[in-house]
């Protein structure tokens, strides 16, 4: 077995992160040279915590490094697992005796500002030379290729092999400034640890896109010290830090998002263990045990033609043993008799989509597997794990308890308030099934609900590069998402709700002046209105999380219902469908002038005069249109509703237009005059079979805007135009679909048509 060598003893491996191939690779590496140095692209700044990293932890782990200044904030992952290449060099050198150093910047430095995890491939570099190479030896994606080339060829000239391949890509990619530093930075510490060794073995594993680079670089001797190369510090108001935390298989898998270069980590661990062979057995069985634990029928003859099947294809392919692709093409021949929608996710090397079959589910899932990292118990934690814990041992908040809090009650809000600040900080524990929300009715209590997570350490040590405690954290995080959405006044009023209910009223404070800077520019009507419901909820209700009746609250409802009358008057589209949310935004509009006018000074009269300017124009949508009219009648101005609907009596419009009426009026339209349901009721019945089909969808919608109670009163009202009969809650359920029932109208009336064209019809029944 060759490798590459550099005057002085240094041999570089170039490796595949997460690759069991290059991990046996290593190991036999570190063996056979018993090197005085192994040098691993790894963070610098952690070398004097390589105890803390091989104590006696259940792989996976993963060091999570956070990053916050005044400028940006970052956080990465550096992952191990039992087979990554990177993780064999350390226990393997450490074994043998050799100094351990990693070589590369610190993962919260500006060159890997790009990078949520180190060890993640970044293919798109060399993008065009895997097509190529793909395309000439028939495989689908780069981790086929990879398994084809390495995983389950013989170990025999690999060296050889990884050196030529990662030559060829990286001699057709050029490095930008980001790998050219890192490259630069590594390249000092294989120099000094060179002059170190005076002559003894130096082992650098490194990824194989900058194996070429290194070896480049370290080629002369510059002559300098062989002091090691100085670690770069945050800036002195930047706080970083960097701990270890427990990892998942399912965190590691490619099918799920992460970013990296190998999927389906279950399997691969097989393949560490028991080798190419016994990892397609075991993979076979274990898609074949999950899915007859959901109940998905599998024989023992599938199992056969799936075996059968995956031993063709490795042969067809070249390949001495199955691969993972073999035995999913297998499986999928054998279990999947119905067409698929989507190509397979191991085809087309991407995450897993929405709408997949079952069966593929299934086995995604298996390859991925479940294992989750446990870390040693003397492992060092971040300050905000421990406040965590006493946080809610001092608010008695047990995490296999439910927890049901009256919020009229000051201990029960307080308990509130830490949940909600967990959950702005990702944090598993609880989840909140009932409580206050946005648009709805003030709710004075909340019920919050176990929700056990495996990996709800490593969230917690995750959250705590945000801050110490839950409330310096929660902080920094509410002060982030705020400067992150800029002018998303939609997901700022999100922001606003969720400060009230955490109760941070200084960052309510600034949330409302993000909200306030951009609500003079936004144009999208229906984000308007939700922050509108929001503020106008805060405004009216919010005397339990103490933000009613502000001042700034207040302005910014003000600002925001004269945007919104300026943005309903700029809407044309003659044939647009009813949207629900534009005619939400028209109900906070309504809300805030009938409950907050007088207090704020809303000019009532302007929102009247808009209203009735937009009622009456032709080139203003059919919803926008009857809302309009509805926000008049809401706001006192009672019109002729009767005589409007006649005018919008099309199939294609009436529903919209009823829509609009209903979403902002429709305590009038039942309480009221009942015109215009008498009104409502002759257009439909003197409509035909089709045009009520094409009318139908548009007034279910606008129907649907009545609660049951209402909606019962239309019913009444209906019945008592057509002279009783049955009660009025049976005209609220029907047996068939109402559309399936017009539809059959329809072709009835069609039918009708044609019989009595050929005089087969004479309209009595003969």
Known sequence: ???????????????????????????????????????????????????????????????????????????????????SPEWVALTAGRQVGAQLRFIDLPAWHPALSGRANRYADADQRYAEAVRRLCATLAVDNVDALWDHLFEIGPDDGLAERLDTYFDVLRG?????????????????????????????????????????????????????????????????DAVAGSYLVPYSFRRLDAFVGYQSGMP???????????????????????????????????????????????????????????????????????????????????????????????????????????????????????????????????HRIDPHEAVDLDLTVAGDLTRSRLLHRLRLLDVPGHVRERGPRVGADALLTERWSPAPSADRLARVIEAGGYGPTVLDAVTARIEERVTLLGADVDALATTLFDTALAGLPEHSTRTLTAIARATGSVTDLRALGRALAV??????HDRLLGSAGTAPLGALI???????????????????????????????????????GPALGLDRDGALAVAGRVAADPAAPPDLRGAALG?????????????????????????????????????????????????????????????????????????????????????????????????PGDLLRLDADPLLVAAARAVEERVDAVLTREGLWEGDGT
């Open 558 to 596: 003000t600002a925001a219902v004269r945007r919104a009358l300026w943005l309903v008057e700029g809407v044309r589209a003659t044939a647009a469908p009813a949207d629900p949310g534009r005619l939400t935004a028209l109900v906070a509009v309504r809300d805030a002038v009938r409950h907050a």
């Open 264 to 394: 389906s980590p279950a399997y691969y661990q097989r393949v560490w263990e028991d080798g190419p062979r016994r990892a397609a057995e075991a993979l076979t069985e274990a898609v074949a045990a999950r899915l007859r634990t959901r109940r998905q029928p599998v024989s023992t003859a599938d199992l056969i033609a799936a075996r059968s099947m995956a031993g063709g294809l490795a042969r067809l392919r070249g390949h001495a043993h199955p691969a993972r692709v073999d035995v999913l093409d297998g499986l999928v021949s054998a279990l999947v008799t119905d067409a698929l929608d989507q190509p397979l996710p191991w085809a087309t090397r991407g995450t897993l989509a929405p709408g997949a079959h079952p069966v593929v589910v299934e086995m995604v899932a298996a390859l991925s597997g479940d294992r989750v990292g446990r870390l040693h118990p003397d492992t060092p934690l971040p300050p905000l794990v421990h406040d965590v814990d006493a946080e809610l041992a001092r």
């Open 535 to 540: 503020a106008l909820a805060l405004w009216r």
């Open 631 to 727: 926000l008049a009648w809401s706001l006192g101005d009672v019109p002729d509703a009767a005589r409007a609907v006649r005018a919008v009596a099309a199939p294609d419009t009436l529903g919209d237009w009823l829509s609009g009426l209903f979403a902002l009026a429709r305590e009038e339209v039942v309480s009221g005059d009942a015109a215009l349901l008498t009104v409502v009721d002759e257009l439909l019945a003197g409509m035909g079979a089709h045009d009520f089909l094409v009318a139908l969808p548009a007034l279910r919608q606008a129907f649907g805007w009545f609660p049951p109670r209402e909606r019962a009163e239309v019913a009444r009202h209906v019945q008592a135009l057509h002279g009783g009969g049955a009660p």
């Open 1 to 83: 077995m060759s490798t590459v060598e550099a005057p002085g003893g240094v041999t570089f491996l170039g490796v595949r992160h997460h690759s069991p191939a290059c991990a046996r690779l290593v190991a036999a590496t570190v063996a056979r040279l018993r090197p005085a140095y192994v040098l691993v692209e790894g963070p610098a700044d952690l070398n004097g915590r390589m105890d803390e990293l091989l104590g006696d932890h259940e792989l996976p782990i993963a060091v999570f490094t956070a990053h916050r200044d005044g400028t940006r904030r970052h956080a990465s992952w550096s992952p191990f697992c039992a087979y």
């Open 172 to 236: 057709e990619s050029a490095a930008g400034e980001d790998d050219t530093a890192r490259e630069a930075y590594m390249a000092r510490w294989v120099r000094a640890a060179r002059r170190r060794a005076a002559g003894r073995p130096v082992l650098v594993v490194t990824g194989g896109f900058h194996r070429p680079a290194l070896v480049r670089l370290t080629a002369g001797d510059d002559g300098a010290d062989d002091d090691w190369p100085e670690v770069p510090a945050p800036a002195p």
